[in-house]
């Protein structure tokens, strides 16, 4: 399985693009496919790369 995020870094905001309720998220860490983002209204949340591809939100 490959990573659907290979672009992002640490500090880039981006959003999920199955739960547009968690608002926007600020990647934290990224080890692996394992992308730890910080999300206004869910927290810290650790998504797995290999499964979902975060929306980037240059806004």
Do not use: Y
């Not at 693009?17 to 926007?24: A, H, K, N, S």
């Not at 650790?46 to 929306?55: H, N, P």
């Amino acid at each position: 399985m490959n990573d659907l995020n290979p672009f992002l870094e640490p500090g880039a905001l981006v959003r999920h693009p199955d739960r547009p309720d968690w608002g926007l998220g600020q990647v934290q860490s990224m080890i692996g496919h394992r992308i730890t983002v910080n999300f206004e209204h869910a927290g810290k949340v650790v998504i797995d790369g290999r499964i979902i591809g975060l929306l980037s939100d240059f806004d």
